[in-house]
């Protein structure tokens, strides 16, 4: 998995295609007939269960441009300022334009952001489950989750983490367009006006 992950994000930063596994590619009949791309994010075959307790692949997002970061719970500091970032980039946009977007919060500490503890914050923050998912991987994928989006975290002993905060903007098929790394409640204009040119 980790040997993958390298590979879909060497592919991811230079822009090209990388082979993949047959055993990395979906089952589904829809991915059977239309392959994903070798930059895509979503050969990464991962399941998320997600604020409801839902479990489905990750790469099940595809077909609607997506908002993606990491983030944990229990974070007190940095992680609240990416929800932020999501709602700041979201009243940029028309109504029409909010609900061609999905915003994705994937865990980096799924031994403790259970479905409740992500409901929790859902509920707290009012993030609409039509447009936000809260989700936790399987702790021997969080790296490779990372890997593929280029953010970099570590475990502290206190049991919060040091990590890269960004919003990383998906095309449907899963490909990076865009990042950033400015959070808060003053959006970057320039990421702003990659998602809308990505949702037209």
Known sequence: MKSLALSIAMAVLAGCTVAIPA??????????????????VY?????????????????DRRGKPQLVSMFYTSCQYICPLIIDSGKAVQKQLSDAE???LGITLISMDPARDTPQALAKVATQRKLDPAQWTLASPAPDD?????????????ALADGEFNHTSALVL?????????????????????????????LK
Do not use: C, H
């Not at 055993?23 to 895509?40: E, F, R, T, W």
């Not at 050969?43 to 790469?59: E, Y």
């Not at 899963?174 to 970057?188: H, V």
């Open 43 to 59: 050969q990464l075959d991962v399941q998320l269960t997600d604020q409801a307790g839902r479990t489905s692949a990750w790469r």
């Open 170 to 198: 998906l095309d449907g098929e899963g490909r990076i367009l865009a990042r950033t790394e400015k959070m808060g409640s003053k959006p970057d204009p320039e990421f702003v006006e990659a998602v809308r040119k990505a």
């Open 23 to 40: 055993s990395a590619i979906a089952a589904s009949p829809a991915a059977q007939k239309v392959p994903l791309p070798g930059n895509s």
């Open 142 to 154: 969080v790296r490779s989750v990372a890997g593929v989006l280029n953010i970099r975290y570590r």
């Open 98 to 100: 909010r609900a061609r």
